[in-house]
């Protein structure tokens, strides 16, 4: 196996998953103004890909596990580009809409196969660190690029480069995994999958992110609030039923038991809001609020994207010597107080200073939470289980992601509005108190994980002694 192009193709992917979130936010008020997409709606070319996404992370995972991560990986980058290629090409919110869930079907079955190959490739804890470490950076390479040339593309050629610009990348990627993927089977026969589950899964999460996005409108009380919630759960409760009945379910709920899945995915819901928040209402309030252009306000942005590809290697050390805990809940509060500066900036001001540190805040702390994250969502299960357990954080922090982004688009639509000041600043101030909470639970949650880590590596020394 060729360890270098191997994780090139993943980084590709990952860089092109960075890059369609920040780029695609930053076009957002322009495809408002050209009509394909609904001003109040706006957030569903968003979460149309989120939900989509994070629905199918576990399908993709299984179907890793079950057909090779090769197969899979390439299947979901071809996907990719094809829904590149609609989307470029949409003239009304339907086909907009419906190309960002092509390109979320492929993201989402290529993203756990690509992860899970780097975990079988790579199977002790500090290199996983390393190699993970560089997912961080290939994010934030793609974040950098899409501030710089976000902004400059949705200006002189139009909010149809958005799509454009990932042709190039898919096809790099899709060149790299032909090369340097193995093209050796998974450990299981059975070719079965589970698809009421991932149908149910589906269902249950677009009608949650749907009424989360509506609570603004008609109210937390109201009849349609209330009826989509209780849907929404029965549809969760009929997954868990199907996913424990199948004979090779969707996701092996007996994983959220093992290691440091479960606590990876409690805390994985957390992970996006910072960036959520920041690319969706930072977007709409340095165009819309302070009437920046499209390339002025990705400059900006670059105090964002840029963070990852800097602080990656201070956090992936730091996390070794500080452990999960310590590292996790740092990161949070880090985050948080950078959203706290954006409100201090959006009421009061002098905006772009503040917003700018604030931006710095909230790219190195999701930087330091997601390295320990991602180990954790592998640490103490099977090599054979390892794209059903990245398909379990990943999908637990895409889901976090959909409902961060109706929850904190209701909360300003309540508030005055996603055009107005005091809406967006709302938004903000409910994400930074999300992450509080979450720098909280991840100092009473990961302290066990902590412990186990030590004992493995004390054992993996002795062992190589």
């Known amino acids: 196996m060729r360890r270098v192009p191997l994780v090139a193709a993943v980084l590709a992917a990952q860089f092109l998953g960075l890059v369609d979130g920040l780029i695609v936010s930053i076009g957002v008020p322009a495809m408002s103004a050209d009509g394909v997409l609904d001003a109040d709606d706006a957030h569903w070319v968003l979460n149309a890909y989120s939900v989509a996404f994070a629905g199918l992370l576990p399908l993709g995972g299984k179907s890793a596990d079950l057909w090779g991560r090769r197969r899979v990986f390439l299947t979901g980058q071809a996907l990719l580009l094809a829904g590149s290629l609609l989307g470029a090409l949409a ?7 419906g190309a960002r869930v092509v390109q979320a079907v492929g993201a989402g079955i290529s993203t756990p196969a690509g992860i899970a190959q780097l975990a079988d490739s790579f199977p002790h804890s500090r290199e996983r660190s390393r190699v993970f470490g560089l997912l961080t950076m290939g994010g934030g390479a793609g974040w950098v690029s899409a501030g710089l040339l976000g902004g400059l593309l949705v200006a002189y050629l139009g909010w149809p480069s958005v799509f454009w610009v990932n042709v190039p990348i898919c096809l790099l990627a899709i060149t790299l995994a032909l090369l340097a993927f193995p093209r050796r089977p998974a450990g299981t026969t059975s070719a ?3 698809w009421k589950g991932a149908v149910l899964l589906v269902a249950a999460l677009a009608l949650f992110v749907h009424t989360a996005g509506q609570v603004g409108r008609a109210g937390p009380l109201s009849l349609p609030t209330l009826a989509g919630a209780t849907v929404a759960a029965l549809l969760a409760v009929a997954f868990a039923v199907a996913t424990r009945r199948a004979r090779e379910p969707l996701l092996r709920l007996a994983l959220l038991r093992r290691g440091g899945v479960p606590v990876a995915a409690v805390l994985g819901l957390a992970l996006p809001v910072g ?6 209402l930072g977007s709409l309030y340095l165009q819309q609020v302070l009437d920046l252009s499209a390339d002025h306000a990705g400059y900006v942005f670059l105090a964002l994207a840029s963070m990852p590809l800097l602080a990656t290697p201070l956090a992936s050390a730091k996390f070794q010597e500080f452990g999960f805990a310590r590292s996790v809940g740092a990161g949070f509060a880090l985050a948080a107080a950078g959203l ?3 409100v201090a900036a959006v009421l009061a001001g002098p905006p772009l200073p503040l917003v700018i540190a604030g931006f710095v805040c909230v790219g190195v702390g999701v930087t330091m939470v997601y390295v320990p994250l991602t180990v954790a969502s592998v640490a103490g299960i099977d090599e ?3 794209g059903s357990a990245t398909s379990i954080f990943s999908t637990s922090h895409q889901i976090g992601g959909s409902i961060a982004l109706a929850v904190l688009s209701s909360v300003a639509l309540a508030a005055g509005g996603l055009h107005s000041a005091r809406g967006l600043a709302a938004g903000f101030a409910t994400a930074g108190g999300l992450l509080t909470l979450a720098a909280l639970g991840a ?3 990961l302290r066990r994980l902590d412990a186990t880590q030590e004992d493995q590596e004390c054992q993996e020394s002795t062992t190589t002694a």
């Open 91 to 97: 003239t009304t919110p339907a086909m907009l809409l």
């Open 192 to 194: 079965t999958m589970d």
């Open 275 to 280: 960036f959520v928040s920041t690319q969706f």
């Open 340 to 342: 706290g500066m954006i």
């Open 384 to 386: 054979a289980d390892n």
């Open 443 to 445: 100092l009473l949650l």
